[in-house]
């Protein structure tokens, strides 16, 4: 992108050469901003913008049809406050992480790369393999507002953006008090009589979804996200004998458990969690429910998220994390109203911050840029709004409250910007809440987190480097028999035996060795 600039660039000066003395035109470039002087021949020219390319998941609707319209209003936007000229890439969610390794190992054209929840494109994965740059001079230096902005929703945050003493990223800055919630759709439970308000553990909420199996023709449950999971909750270990009993646990950023496990709020002894009794519970459960009917069969394949699922008709409902507010994000999203109920408390730990961060992969060659128009996203109002939301009074409208809803006619479903993810860009603090939504749900919601409590071992990292062969060798055996055992595809009597006995042979008992090491040593220092 930017090398074809350059090149467009070049040719456009030979033609001047060529073409003369041309009498110099008094109008200036749509979008680049003027000096304000007059002219002549000593007034300093207008630098062009600089152009970015800025990288995140569709985790809604897919790519939006207006997305090049919303881009130009951003351009102009952007162009107008700090002469950064961005194009807005965001890559479908199911091929993101594939999508962010060709980018960076291709030495593509990417300046600003959001992170995701696992796989090689996780936050800590990236530092492994030394594609992130280190922002710990960069951050200060071109961006300084990003920290500040961070700092005042939760200065333990920032702990988890740090790996060896250097920082690698801004967490995007959203409800980090994660729970863990249910929702169906309030038809079918309308239907039935059926509240989820009652379900106190697992067997309460299988009754309601045994009798929606039993009377309707879709299935009840589809996994949140593409990584399979159903009824286990990545970063959160829930107790589907007790929702009320909070279980504290650290996956240090990973949510495939790949570096091992601290259970329980003093403890400090690190574990392989696939080897626990509460994990083979967990997907002999998922097994019965999955044999039961109950649960989509390509779970553990699905190539999209829930919501995009159940919009099309594809589950009833799904289980899965979220913050404060995820009631009205399900019925935006899916475009069908949802009943949502919260069924277990999360705890904020490394994996819960380090779940989306803005990074800046080694492809980028404009540091300055990439990194003012990022503090964009932290600091303007308007430009979070417009990325997340579209074009006011076209993609979204106002009430006299100033939040959010739909222009008349415009569905979730044929929106052309359906975009919706405020807590994707910079700070959700800054995007407008829609219109069946509190009023206050964003100080509500800062305040929580400003008062959270942060899991002991928060801003301890693991350092892949001595275990990176291995971290190598588990990826592949997790990939290859984790999303079938927590979908529920796989007989748990066969694949959880196969599975423990290739992790050991691919060194997850030397990673756990390793990772203990280091949490003694952090314990240590701290």
């Known amino acids: 992108m930017k090398k074809a600039l350059v090149l467009i660039l070049a040719f456009a000066m ?26 002549g021949s000593e007034t300093e020219a207008p630098k062009p913008a600089k152009k970015i390319v800025y990288m995140y998941p569709a985790t809604s609707g897919g790519i939006p049809v207006d997305l090049e319209k919303v881009n130009q209003a951003v351009s102009a936007y952007a162009i107008g406050k700090i002469n950064v000229d961005p194009t807005l890439f965001p890559v479908e969610i199911a091929n993101y992480n594939a ?11 990417v300046d600003v790369m959001e992170s995701m929840p696992g796989g090689p494109a996780h936050f800590t994965a990236m530092i492994a393999a030394n594609q992130i740059k280190d922002l710990t001079e ?5 961006a300084p507002k990003i920290a500040e902005a961070v700092d005042a929703v939760n200065p333990g945050f920032m702990a988890g953006m740090t790996v060896g003493g250097k920082v690698y990223g801004y967490p995007a800055l959203f409800d980090k008090v994660t729970n863990y919630y249910v929702t169906i759709r309030k038809d079918v439970l309308d239907k039935y009589n059926l509240d989820l308000t009652k379900i106190k553990n697992g067997a309460d909420l299988e009754a309601i979804v045994k009798v929606l199996a039993e009377n309707e023709t879709i299935p009840v449950l589809t996994a949140q996200t593409v990584d399979g999971d159903v009824l286990t909750a990545g970063n959160l270990i829930i107790n589907y004998d007790n929702f009320a009993d909070n279980i504290i646990v650290d996956f240090f950023g990973s949510n495939v458990y790949m570096y091992g496990a601290v259970m329980g709020e003093d403890n400090t002894k690190v574990i392989n969690y696939y080897e626990t009794d509460l994990f083979k519970k967990q997907v002999e ?9 109950y649960i989509n069969r390509d779970a553990a394949t699905q190539t999209e998220v829930s919501v995009q699922i159940i919009a099309a ?7 899965g994390a979220g913050e404060l507010g995820i009631e009205t994000s399900y019925n935006n999203r899916i475009g069908k109203e949802m009943v949502t109920v919260k069924i277990a408390d999360g705890v904020v730990n490394s994996g819960i911050v380090q779940k989306f961060v803005w990074t800046i992969p080694v492809t980028c060659d404009e540091d300055e840029a990439a990194l003012k128009f990022l503090e964009l996203t932290y600091t303007d109002e308007e430009l979070v709004n417009l990325i997340n939301y579209g074009i006011k009074d076209e993609h979204y409208v106002l009430d006299d409250q100033g939040r959010v809803s739909l222009p008349e006619g415009v569905t979730a479903q044929n929106n052309p910007y359906n975009v ?35 899991a002991p071992l928060m801003g301890f990292s693991v350092n892949t480097v001595p275990i990176s062969d291995e971290i190598g060798q588990l990826r592949n055996v997790i990939d290859q028999y984790r999303p079938g055992l927590v979908a529920g595809s796989s007989d748990p009597a066969v694949a959880l035996p196969e599975f423990l006995a290739k992790l050991e042979a691919a060194g997850i008992g030397t990673v756990i060795a390793e990772v203990q090491s280091q949490v003694d040593a952090f314990v240590a220092n701290r």
């Open 313 to 319: 008709n594809g589950a009833l409902g799904t289980l």
């Open 285 to 293: 459960m998922t097994r019965r429910w999955y044999e039961a009917g």
């Open 420 to 454: 919706n993810s405020s807590y994707l860009f910079g700070s959700q603090y800054l995007a407008k809440v829609w219109s069946t939504d509190q009023t206050d749900l964003r100080e509500v919601v800062k305040e929580l987190n400003q008062n959270v409590a942060v």
């Open 99 to 109: 999508q962010a390794m060709l980018m960076i190992t291709g030495n593509e054209d």
């Open 14 to 39: 030979l033609l001047a050469v060529a073409a003369g003395c041309t009498q110099p035109s008094t109008t200036a470039p749509t979008g680049t901003p003027t000096t304000g002087k007059p002219s």
């Open 138 to 142: 960069l951050g200060p230096q071109y």
